[in-house]
């Protein structure tokens, strides 16, 4: 049992490390990733040029990573994915606790997504709940980590995730819910924005500011306990 054990976690990370190296191969540039979009958005202008009315998904301006606001970047890593700058794009210690909780509960009562898994469902696959989309999202997951730094991804990942409303990025979210760039968000504002991705329309700010408020306050509690903030 031990030798066929062991030769068979052999053979599924040979697998596993091929599959990983083709996906890499295949993805696009950083660049290319940064200029594609998720759809097209529709801009109305008068005869001098100023917007009248922007119809569709609105992406806003894209935020460069040392221009992204600190606590927009601790807020989302802290209650997205707390382990972001150790593990390899899939994180096996997320996947136990999760396990962990599924036992004792009785139903999954947290995912064990990382930010990278997202990254790749946003951009490559879709939200559908299947087995084959899980896997093939783990293997774009650790490919994307191969070609791309901790800090790229980070960058891809707030300017590409979708925040509801039609906000795709933080840029385009902070605009919408706060009037004013991503750049200026203060901590509340950033609790508040991190806290979306969870579930857009039912913590949005704009259809239940009560839910949204709670919400920010767990962010806020996965930062204190991360040691981004003081009580």
């Known amino acids: 049992l031990i030798v066929w054990g062991f030769a068979l976690a052999l053979l599924a990370a040979m697998v596993v490390g091929v599959s990983v190296y083709v996906a890499a191969q295949s ?64 994180d096996p210690v997320g996947i136990a606790r999760s396990l962990v909780v599924r036992l004792r509960s009785g139903y999954w009562r947290q995912g064990a997504s990382t930010i990278t898994q997202q990254l790749a469902r946003t951009v490559f696959l879709n939200n559908s709940r299947t087995f084959d989309r899980k896997i093939r999202e783990a293997v774009l997951a650790m490919a994307i980590e191969s070609k791309f730094s901790k800090d790229q991804i980070l960058e891809l990942y707030l300017n590409k995730v979708y925040f509801g409303g039609g906000a795709y990025g933080i840029d385009a979210a902070s605009r919408k819910f706060f009037s004013h760039p991503a750049s200026e968000l203060s901590l509340p504002e950033a609790a508040i924005i991190a806290g979306l991705v969870k579930a857009p329309s039912r913590y949005s700010p704009t259809a239940d500011a009560d839910a949204a408020v709670g919400r920010a306050g767990v962010v806020l509690q996965t930062l204190v306990a991360n040691g981004y903030l003081t009580e």
């Open 27 to 90: 993805l696009p540039s950083y660049e290319k990733l940064k200029s594609s979009q998720n759809g097209q958005m529709i801009v109305v202008r008068a005869r001098d040029g100023t917007e009248l009315v922007s119809l569709g998904p609105s992406y806003g301006k894209w935020m460069p990573y040392a221009q992204i606001p600190q606590v927009m970047k601790d807020a989302m890593t802290s209650v997205e994915d707390r382990r972001f700058r150790m593990h390899i794009g899939v």
